[in-house]
């Protein structure tokens, strides 16, 4: 939360925190534009180090980016403002 907070406080407007109820601790999404995303899936760890991932790689595929962005829009607003 700190590190959020300093992250708030250096980019001002540029940066939003928010808390959504849905359970997604072993993802993350990046979607760059309209062609390009990327779905990336915590690797669970097994001998007690730091975990990896492993991601898919959207480059092109409008249906699969426009499904990505649309799961975001849809958990973005129910998240609220955390900061």
Do not use: Q
């Not at 997604?24 to 779905?39: N, Q, V």
């Not at 690797?43 to 499904?67: C, F, H, P, Q, R």
């Amino acid at each position: 939360m700190e590190e959020a907070k300093s992250l708030r406080n250096k980019y001002e407007e540029s940066v939003e925190v928010r808390y959504s109820p849905t359970i997604s601790r072993t993802c993350k999404s990046f979607i760059i534009d309209d062609k390009l995303a990327m779905d990336g899936k915590k690797l669970l760890a097994t001998n007690g180090e730091e975990l990896s991932y492993i991601g898919i790689m959207y480059l092109k595929e409008e249906d699969s980016v426009k499904n990505l962005r649309r799961d975001f829009e849809n958990v973005w607003k129910i998240s609220k403002a955390l900061i």
